[in-house]
């Protein structure tokens, strides 16, 4: 069971250039989640999906999108990126939508933006 | 969009030392409030999850307690150790579909 796993660990990309990170989970998870951690500003969502063929926009979803075609994986992609978007990417999964679900986090994507 | 905050930011302690942390949230329209422990180089891993009034949590020598009508939880460890050194985050739950607004963080250094 490896839980929670994202694809790379860690990315160089210029300015202008796209990429797509990959998220994946084996528990079976129907809500998954895409946040960013930057320095004194804790995690931010992206975009968030609450099943398979679902998504839909967090706190910052602008320069990303996102795609959720098979229930175990979760897509996000930059398609122009831009320095701002330096920064460290967290998946989550949880199991449902009630209030006491906790969210299981994948291991980080570190992306630096030149 | 809610607006929670933690404090203090960073927080250094001997060992043996007992330490607490605040986590503020909007008190209307509450659902849950979550506590996760991330250690540097690791994924964030859920201590607690609280929703109501009053409810306290505890998990060896850390505990929680919550209040809804003033929008705060506290954190407590007790004794803290080296293993204790961690980003304590806090979310609430924004609405019942499952997003979370995370705060800043508490980071906590424990000195032998």
């Known amino acids: 069971n490896a839980g929670v796993t994202q694809t790379p660990k860690f990315r160089v990309l210029k300015t202008g250039q796209s990429m797509t990170l990959l998220c994946a989970q084996d528990m079976n998870h129907e809500y998954m989640y895409w946040y960013r951690q930057d320095p004194g500003m804790g995690l931010r969502l992206i975009h968030y999906s609450v099943g398979e063929g679902t998504t839909a926009k967090g706190e910052v979803p602008d320069g990303y999108n996102v795609s959720r075609l098979k229930k175990q994986n979760f897509l996000l992609g930059l398609e122009s990126a831009a320095p701002s978007q330096t920064s460290v990417y967290f998946c989550a999964s949880s199991y449902g939508q009630g209030v006491r679900e906790t969210q299981y986090f994948g291991p980080g994507t570190r992306l630096l933006v030149l | ?112």
Not at chain 2, 6 to 27: A, K
Not at chain 2, 31 to 52: C, D, G, I, N, Q
Not at chain 2, 77 to 105: H, M, R, V
Request: hydrophobic share 30%; net charge neutral.
């Open chain 2, 1 to 112: 969009i809610l607006n929670v905050e933690q404090s203090p930011q960073s927080l250094h302690v001997q060992e043996g030392d007992s330490t607490n942390f605040t986590c503020s949230f909007p008190s209307s329209n509450f659902y849950a409030l979550h506590w996760y422990r991330w250690e540097t180089a690791k994924s964030p891993e859920a201590l607690f999850v609280m929703t109501l009034n009053g409810d306290e949590k505890k998990k060896g020598r850390i505990s929680a307690t919550l209040n809804t009508k003033e929008g705060y939880s506290y954190l407590y460890i007790k004794g803290s150790q080296p293993e204790d050194s961690a980003t304590y985050l806090c979310a609430s739950l924004w609405n019942q579909g499952g997003k979370l607004i995370f705060g800043q963080g508490t980071e906590l250094s424990v000195k032998p």
